[in-house]
């Protein structure tokens, strides 16, 4: 009877010339010029300073639909950053870095003077904190179909800057954790400046550095849940992540516009987990799984808009690199004389991408337009091998078929999109357009394919009082690729589960529906709901491949319907309890796909079940003191392959409490203890002997805690 039910190459050929080509434009009449000067479009701090006083509860002036947050409405946070501020804002939350494929339109909800973030992978968190608070005149939320940038809908956030001399900030985080080297190097200082006449940003940074792990036990049964041996698993995670940013921008006389940035990071990852093992029937013996990755990642990306032909101009150039060695290791050592066991799955990988993407954008009369062409070039160059010990103890190389290979892609990209006031409360974006792409492979069973696909969106808002704005959303998109999949690899040491190589893989496409409502409280906060549906064509999970083997492939007929809300709560006002507020962010998700074994529906793999975060902060009027507390857990379906699968929650929240000191000697100073309730991972896994409609083979159970976490953060500015 099933168990269903219970479940490097270093070289970019010609394609470095995608970044010469902005470089090489001159900005023409550049001199020195305030982002903000321009007193039509932002009112000054005098004329709104009475309405947000420090003394009075938190609520935002609105003005023609936008709600404006001066520095003075923050000033009971002392913060140090721009991000300090953003994230007092009441309902707003700044969304996740798109996957969309190349640069594509705007997607992340934060703009910087009116204008997006320059580049791919910079998330708007980190740029928002290498800015000092006292480089923010004010801070916008607006309507992002009411602006004429492309892809930009819902709630957005403008943060508007100036320049006042040199300015910086740093901070320092430590952690302090049960069997895990402390965390020590976790840092970071930011520096503008103006340069000749534009602005210089520079940062270091180790922000990606951290800790992770738990230990407990992990009991092993054969399939009739006969006990076969218990697994005293200590599992550890720690990555230190190095990187050095600048970015340099200059506004001309005429308006023309340059910014040029980039990046060099390292990732050096060490993960490794000693386990002890015994049994009833069986001698005392040990496993060791070890990987080790040195990343090493290079972005640059720079941009040149001005006037041309009666509109603006945009020319972007974006190019990035990654080598990445990776090393797994996984040995079996017996105690009673047994030859070792053991094996390797060890990869050198480069890939990079190189994209060209000119935006042009005019008006006429109401109607705003902009035509927007894109250019791309992606590769994925890897070397694997598989290797087992012999009788010797000697590693002999395995054969792995379909292992190592280039993958390429060119791309093109064209849209048009259209937006306009369809009255004073309503506001309409369109866009539609087309992706042509060559994907190639040069393995053995390498394809050269061409594809062409149609995408676009519309999205209507509609904002019938200052208390309350309806956004709505169709978009037709194409996902991104991960070039991997279309390799083989092999997970050591988890029963051998393996992906045969696909070359027919394609990128996912769907349709997604949103309906957003954001609906102000006043002075007693704000509450959004949202509500996201998705038809996904094409879906990447597991497919058979053969009469044993699987791989990384497409699925038809995929469903996602998620609901969201986020809610501020602003305690001064509910409750007289000055100081205090509560921010409470929740998502549902449910989702359906034919299941590859079976003939029913069935959640996409590791989807999102429900997560929530809740968030109390109490500033003491009147000191220097805060304190605080977090809850937040999550849930996600079964990880599924063809022969296994696993599930996995907590028992309770994670939840963290936190002091603060925004006074000491000039410093912040923050303490925290995470992990108070000492959570519990339970962790379930099933292997079958052939597919998860056959026999069980073995079935493994774990119980993980991670102990308490000490956190010490100490930040400033300059």
Not at 229 to 252: C, D, H, K, L, M
């Amino acid at each position: 009877m099933t168990y269903w039910v219970a479940r490097s190459s270093l070289l970019y050929r010609c394609h470095s010339a995608a970044l010469i080509c902005t470089l090489a434009v001159p900005a023409y009449g550049q001199a020195a010029q305030n982002n903000a000067d321009d007193n039509s479009e932002y009112m000054s701090a005098d004329s709104l300073i009475e309405e947000q006083s420090n003394d009075r509860a938190m609520s935002p002036t609105i003005i023609d639909g936008k709600a404006i947050y001066l520095p003075a409405f923050f000033e009971r946070f002392s913060p140090q950053t721009a991000i300090d501020m953003v994230e007092q804002i009441p309902g707003f939350s700044i969304s996740d870095t798109s996957d969309d494929r190349g640069l594509g339109n705007a997607s992340q909800n934060v703009l910087i003077n009116g204008k997006r973030i320059s580049g791919k992978s910079n998330d708007a968190r980190t740029i928002l904190g290498r800015l000092a608070a006292s480089q923010i005149v004010q801070l916008e939320i607006v309507d992002g179909a009411s602006l004429s940038i492309t892809g930009l809908n819902g709630q957005v956030l403008n943060v508007v800057t100036t320049t006042k001399g040199i300015s910086g900030n740093y901070r320092w985080r430590t952690q302090f954790r049960q069997r895990l080297p402390d965390n020590l190097l976790d840092a970071e200082l930011n520096v503008n400046a103006p340069l000749g006449k534009g602005e210089l940003t520079l940062g270091i940074n180790n922000n990606g550095s951290f800790r992770r792990g738990n230990a407990g036990p992990e009991t092993v049964s054969d399939g009739d849940g006969n006990l076969l041996f218990i697994r005293q698993s200590n599992n550890r995670f720690r990555r230190e992540n190095p990187t050095i940013s600048a970015s340099y921008g200059v506004t001309g006389d005429g308006g023309s516009i340059f910014n040029i940035g980039g990046s060099f990071a390292l990732s050096i990852s060490r993960r490794d987990n000693d386990s002890p093992i015994t049994g009833p029937n069986i001698a005392p013996f040990s496993e060791l799984r070890a990987g080790s990755e040195d990343e090493i990642n290079v972005e640059l990306n720079s941009d040149y808009e001005f006037d041309f032909i009666g509109g603006r101009l945009k020319l972007i150039a974006f190019q990035r690199f990654e080598h990445s060695p990776d090393d797994n290791l996984f040995r079996q050592i017996f105690t009673d004389g047994s030859t070792t066991q053991g094996s390797q799955f060890n990869i050198i990988q480069d890939e990079g991408e190189s994209i060209l993407r000119s935006e042009l954008r005019w008006s006429s009369g109401k109607n705003d337009w902009q035509l927007s062409l894109e250019g791309a070039y992606n590769f994925l160059d890897r070397m694997s091998e598989f290797l087992s010990l012999d009788s010797n103890g000697i590693f002999q190389k395995e054969p792995l078929d379909n292992a190592s290979a280039r993958v390429e892609e060119y791309r093109g990209d064209a849209s048009l999109s259209f937006s306009r006031p369809l009255s004073s409360t309503v506001n309409l974006q369109t866009i539609i357009g087309a992706e042509i792409s060559n994907i190639s492979q040069d393995s053995v069973n390498g394809l050269s394919r061409t594809f062409v696909r149609p995408k676009g969106s519309a999205a209507l808002t509609w904002r019938p009082n200052n208390a309350l704005d309806i956004n709505a959303r169709i978009e037709r998109r194409v996902g991104q690729l991960n070039f991997g999949s279309f390799l083989a690899s092999i997970d050591i040491g988890n029963n051998g589960n393996s992906n045969s190589g696909n070359p027919l893989l394609v990128p996912p496409q769907s349709w997604l529906g949103e309906i957003e409502l954001n609906r102000s409280l006043g002075d007693a906060g704000s509450i959004k709901l949202t509500i996201e549906a998705e038809n996904i064509s094409d879906l990447i999970d597991q497919i058979p491949i053969g009469l044993d083997a699987e791989a990384v492939g497409n699925v038809n007929g995929a469903r996602r319907l998620n609901i969201g809300a986020d809610a501020t709560f602003l305690l001064d006002t509910i409750m007289g309890w000055k100081g205090a507020k509560l921010d409470i962010r929740a998502e549902y998700e449910t989702s359906s796909v034919p299941d590859q074994i079976f003939a029913i529906a069935r959640p996409i793999s590791r989807s999102l079940i429900r997560r929530y975060r809740v968030d109390f902060r109490h500033d003491i009027i009147g000191s220097d003191w805060a304190w605080g507390i977090e809850a937040r857990d999550g849930r996600r379906n079964d990880n599924l392959r063809l022969d296994f699968l696993s599930e996995g929650s907590n028992n309770l929240p994670f939840t963290t409490i936190f002091v603060e000191n925004k006074n000491v000697f000039g410093l912040r100073v923050n303490l925290q203890i995470q992990n108070l309730l000492n959570q519990t991972e339970r962790r379930e896994e099933i292997f079958f002997t052939d597919r998860r409609d056959g026999p069980i083979s073995t079935s493994e159970s774990f119980r993980g805690q991670a102990g308490l976490f000490y956190r010490f953060i100490i930040s400033g500015n300059f």
